[in-house]
């Protein structure tokens, strides 16, 4: 005989769940940076994964940054069509602003292809030559990272803040402590190898329901 | 100092990384199904989580019998607009198929507001009406997976398989033992809390890689 079905308003869903979720975190003895909770638990929501408690680190002042840089409108660049999908589009255009994935986009498959890159290098290309100094939101490609360092050095781009949390076994760690290495430049990092598309909509969803409170 | 990126072509990057997975689920002691290995693994690639190796559960045949539903073309329907981000429709297509996602549609909102329950549950009641028996690919909304339930014992609807892995705090656990507990009806559940749209993608496209091979 299974557990029965709890009986709570569809609208009521998310509310109880944010309440499970902080009443595991005090029971596991997690003590969360102030000012970060909302996205911490917005990314166990996603996951289901307590781990985000522990690996997601927050460069000073990252989230009070971020929330002024979308007030401003700032746009979102991402690597995937799903981290595309899964951010609050209707939110962000409320500050006048929009999300990028030039992923799909034929001139990124040429620039690649000539400059011996992968697509989310030249994607990043692309969001610089575009002079998209925005909030970048990389759940798949440790190669956009790398390139973001790039382009950061070069001072051809100066990101608002970049969401680091590729997942993956190859380059991910590594390409996020270069992230993490970065000065001037606002992070939120999933530390090690965990993080994804998922997670990039979800962190961006959790600063824009953010300023609506 | 961090450790170095390590020189891997992009084209090698996920080669390398179902290396390193079956390395460790190996060093781990995990042992597989057998036939169920790619599905397995792409969950943890997507995901870096290895509690996949632990919560899958396939029913009899599943994977079998679900290869054989793309074979002919069976349609899937998925119940977030990232999971179809997600899913390789490219692919599908190869197949004669392709994706359906109704939770935007103006009918299912109406229909929701009408039959007092989720557009989830709406967006089920749709795919039934269109005849959709398909795969059901539900990586966000237990109400999805009960409504399956309630549409099956009616007779209303006959999917070739149903990917139960809603991600969540509340009734999630619940409705995937019910799909599990369904008689007849192909499925592979992520047994517990974890799941996601990203991981209803990758089950997806985990089938369409394996018809390749």
Redesign the interface.
Same mark, same amino acid.
């Given at each position: 005989m299974?557990?029965?079905?709890?009986q709570?308003r569809?609208a009521d869903?998310e509310k /109880?769940?944010f309440e499970?979720?902080t009443e595991e975190l005090r029971q596991k003895g997690k003590v969360l940076t102030p000012g970060t909770e909302p996205i911490v638990k917005r990314c166990i929501?996603?996951? $289901?994964?307590f781990d985000y408690a522990d690996n997601l680190v927050f460069s000073q002042g990252a989230v009070e940054k971020a929330l002024e840089a979308l007030r401003q409108g700032a746009p979102v660049v991402t690597d995937? &069509?799903?981290g595309? $999908?899964?951010i609050n589009k209707r939110k962000l255009a409320q500050y006048g602003s929009q999300v990028y994935c030039f992923m799909l986009d034929e001139d990124v498959a040429g620039m690649a292809a000539e400059r011996g890159?992968?697509r989310a290098c030249a994607s990043m290309d692309k969001a610089a030559e575009m002079g998209l100094n925005g909030i970048f939101a990389i759940g798949n490609a440790p190669?956009a990272l !790398?390139r973001l360092c790039e382009l950061i050095e070069a001072g051809k781009l100066k990101p608002k803040l970049i969401i680091a949390v590729p !997942?993956?076994? !190859?380059?991910? !760690? &590594?390409?996020k402590?270069?992230i993490l290495?970065l000065k001037d430049v606002p992070c939120i990092v999933a530390r090690? /190898?965990?993080?994804?598309?998922?997670i990039a $909509?979800c962190i961006c969803n959790a600063l824009l329901y953010m300023m609506e409170e």
């Open positions: 299974h557990e029965k079905l709890e709570v569809p869903i /109880r769940s499970i979720i929501h996603t996951s $289901a994964d995937t &069509q799903m595309k $999908a899964g890159c992968t190669t !790398v !997942v993956g076994f !190859v380059n991910v !760690v &590594q390409a402590e270069m290495d090690g /190898r965990k993080g994804g598309s998922n $909509a």
